[in-house]
């Protein structure tokens, strides 16, 4: 019987694109349905009255040089060369994760996942530009465009709002976040303690 992670998913973070890239590799071949849930990070971190590091730990002498060696380590253990480290930091994610919501209304969330976190975190685009966003994914086999129009429907809002909400009800404060069941593993570092409960 499979068993199933439910990611909690954002592509504002980094440590998103590390985790979801190392996932397969740590798993092994175990039958794991791993269950992508759109968020909004910046909305978990209104809810919770969490930061992002640079700015909770920005003025802790040798936090953040630390923070960016544990990157460098992670990248090198699980190969991650392609990681660029975007420019264009941060980006305004709420366009890309109203689309995740679109392309799972269309079975296509897995596709979109792989391909923005491609551009965002491989290849250094502007994905908070709609031109930009229409062009990339309409070049990687979705239609931009239609895509652009239908994150503005109420419904989808709603959806990415109460996917945020309900994270945040479970214990969620950052990305990635990940539940086995009812327990909770936050961040990259605690992949490896979830294998385990699995």
């Known amino acids: 019987m499979s068993k199933t992670i439910d990611f909690i998913f954002d592509f504002a973070s980094p440590n998103a694109y590390f985790a979801y890239k190392a996932l397969p590799t740590l798993l092994d071949g175990q039958a794991v349905n791993i269950n992508i849930v759109p968020c909004l990070l910046g909305g978990i971190f209104k809810l919770t009255g969490n930061q992002a590091p640079m700015i909770a730990f920005g003025d802790i002498k040798n936090k953040l040089d630390y923070e960016m060696l544990e990157v460098k380590r992670f990248i090198k253990k699980h190969q991650l060369s392609k990681f660029v480290f975007n420019e264009h930091f941060p980006l305004m994610t709420i366009v890309l994760m109203r689309g995740a919501i ?35 994914l309409t070049a990687a086999g979705f239609d931009g465009a239609d895509l652009l129009t239908r994150t503005q429907d109420p419904e989808v809002k709603a959806k ?33 303690q979830m294998i385990e409960t699995l």
């Open 102 to 136: 679109v392309a799972e209304q269309d079975g296509r969330l897995n596709e979109y996942v792989e391909t923005c976190l491609r551009l965002v975190w491989e290849e250094n685009k502007k994905m908070d530009d709609p031109e930009i966003y229409i062009a990339e």
């Open 160 to 192: 990415l709002l109460d996917n945020t909400n309900k994270a945040v009800e479970r214990g969620v404060f950052g990305v990635p976040s990940f539940f086995v069941g009812d327990d909770l593993y936050f961040g990259k570092d605690r992949l490896g």
